[in-house]
Nanobody
Framework: QVQLAESGGGLVQPGGSLRLSCRPS????????MAWYRRTPGQERDLVAK???????HYADSVKGRFTISRDNAKNTVYLEMNNLEQENTAVYYC?????????WGQGTQVTVSP
C-alpha cells in the first residue's frame, strides 16, 4: 500500500507564502503523475497542480503564476510552493499519486489564509 506523507500546511496572512511537501513511500518515478488537490467544505476535491513523471506541469487557472509544483529527486519529494495566497485558497490540500488506473491520497493538510 502506497503511503503519502504530507506536511507544510498552516495559517498565513493574505499575500503570504507556504510550501507543502509530499513524500511517497515508493519512488516518485514509479507513478505516472503526482498532483495536489484541494477541498473546501461541501465541495469536491479540485485539481490545483499536476506534474507528470516526465516533468510536464499543469495548473488550475486560478493559481497560475502564483503556485509552483516541483520535485526533489534526491529527497523523493514533491512540493507545492504557494505565493501571494488569497483567502479563497483556504482549504485542505491533498497530495495524489497516480499509477495507471490507481490513485493514492495523502491525509490532507490544512491551509488557512486569514488576516
Amino acid at each position: 500500500q502506497v503511503q503519502l506523507a504530507e506536511s507544510g500546511g498552516g495559517l498565513v496572512q493574505p499575500g503570504g507564502s507556504l510550501r507543502l511537501s509530499c513524500r511517497p513511500s515508493e519512488s516518485i518515478f514509479d507513478f505516472n503523475h503526482m498532483a495536489w488537490y484541494r477541498r473546501t467544505p461541501g465541495q469536491e476535491r479540485d485539481l490545483v497542480a499536476k506534474m507528470t513523471v516526465g516533468g510536464t506541469t499543469h495548473y488550475a487557472d486560478s493559481v497560475k503564476g502564483r503556485f509552483t509544483i516541483s520535485r526533489d529527486n534526491a529527497k523523493n519529494t514533491v512540493y507545492l510552493e504557494m505565493n501571494n495566497l488569497e483567502q479563497e485558497n483556504t482549504a485542505v490540500y491533498y497530495c495524489l499519486a497516480n499509477r495507471l488506473y490507481r490513485n493514492w491520497w495523502g491525509q490532507g493538510t490544512q491551509v488557512t489564509v486569514s488576516p
